[in-house]
């Protein structure tokens, strides 16, 4: 098979029927046909995948290996999507578990624009650790948000984003919110020497999502935040080819990740959509990825691959301030640590909080 | 509470812990911050929602209904997403189970354009249940799909669509495919005095899929199919209050339902966000939607509700030929069956299977 995609299922079904059900995924992925109703050679040589193997991991779940052709594809980021999970996303007893794509595939993803490099010389750190915080919470005014913001350019914080709630709302319009804290960040960074940047959140429909980068762009935003399993891969796709250059970071709301592992979707299919930096909620704090999970993240963005820049980590979802030390030694140094509740929850501390946050990170591999 | 948004969440946990999870849900989807943290008079008056109930329902299992201010949506389609399920997506212990919206939600979501009495006068069958089929399997020549449609109308299908997997693919491009299959509907119409009408899929990244519509609507296409939570629910609600005057089928695709409500994820939001019909798994074929949730997603899509019409329900996946007269006993009337693989698997016969599958549901009410 030319260009095959190498998709890993793991199935919650007896051993005995592993075989069967990985033949009705396989079918039921491109031509969705039973294999009897396929009767054209095209089809047959071109379309239809095959099974690489099938194991069984543990009791009642086997693990299958199946390659289907990227020509199933049409080189559509969106339609790749169908290919890994269409219709067997509907069927309870399918966890899409992993994915290895040819290199042929990043003719048609862009892979982060700006990429590990990119994003460290955008806030001038070129190998320490990164911070990043959230401005919130939603019904603050823009001008209110803009003081946070400045309060944390000058603890040290590296990237300051909205937080992902953060619409284009009546007490608090998208463009007021980015002209402010933009600029307010911009006299930050040169008070203080920083190079921190600020990160708005895209979202709503299409017109308004273009119109929102343009804004952005228009007054000197350097990235954005996007959720990409809410308003779709492949718009963030899109905008990483075609936008202007900026950092986008990907957030993973609305993922609803149990059937897919996070690792695929939080790490490597918003890598290969075009995050700059994916965050997704660390172990140990308020979400349930696994250690072992978020060891696999890390890698999946980290690790080199043909035709794609890396993307940073980013732990989020209530890291505590006790744990930033051990974070960072299970991360290392390409990473950006995301604090928000617990720093918001210092009160009139909270610059001083934030101001010993930045220390020990930037002080950890110094 | 100004314009409430009820919202039923199932959580699996213990009993004595429901009420710490719902507020910490409560929380979580709008400020993301402890209470301790919201220190602000107009986020604790105007975004902070309330709990309105907690009940167990069964052994582990809690029941949890909350409003949220429609004011936390800033009115837009995403957002509405986000306060919905954006980060408790990622809590396996949280399943979204229903949504009630206030009538001024309908300022912003645009329900379908057509509704069911549009389809219904799109295909002249003013009463009886309609019939679709699809366009497969991927791999096939845009001519020859174009006679599997002429065959199809000359069966009596009503809406004949493209799989959902057929994309732009070098071996049967989206215009080349959208041109002939309109036209050889066309002429079977005028031949057989019929009033079929095809559904292209239109998939891709946003440009494409822009194209894509413009395209078939200069060539003279009434209807597309659309895979929103592939490609975003806000894209669809765009498309359905801003594109031509088409009607949209919502197809599942990519949309893992197990961690929310499939008579809400297929049902009520496709209906919301502007589907004129909503494809989804019919119990007892080959994916696993019951027999109750099948009913209340019926029910979802057309039942009354100001500012939305009705959409139609398809159940499709896999229903028997055998089956059709259960399957219209169940859903009445205003409904559209989809036939696929059950009229493939005939080979040589299809087109005289197709014939019985149309006479037969014409004839159900007549």
Redesign the interface.
Known sequence: MKDPIRITYRLSCPKEEAEARAE?ILL???????R?????R??ER??LGKIESIQQVDEGLSEVIMNQPL????N????L???L???V????DVMLYDVELPEAAAQFLPGPALGTKGVRQLVGAEERPMTMT?L?????KPS?LADLATSFVESGIDIIKD???L?????CPYMDRVAYVQEAVVKANERTGMNAIYAPNV??????MLQQISFAAEVGVKAIMF?PM???L??M??IAS?GPRMAILGH?????????APELMNGKLFRWYGADAAIF?NFGG???YTEDECHRLAQAVREPMTGFKTCLPVPA?GIAFDRVDEVLDFYGRDVILLM??SL??A?EDMPARAKEFTDRVRAKFA
């Open positions: 009705a039921e992925q491109t031509v969705e046909l039973p009897a109703a396929v009767r054209n095209f089809v071109n379309i020509a199933a594809t049409g559509n980021s969106a339609q999507l169908n290919v999970f269409g219709n996303s509907l069927q309870p959230a919130k919470p939603m019904g603050l209110e937080d992902h709630g619409a284009d709302h009546d007490f979202i709503g429909s299409l017109m308004e959720e809410l308003t779709g492949p718009m796709a899109e075609a993973p709301a609305f993922g609803g990740a149990t059937r897919m909620p308020r979400f349930t979802g928000g509740g918001y929850i009160g």
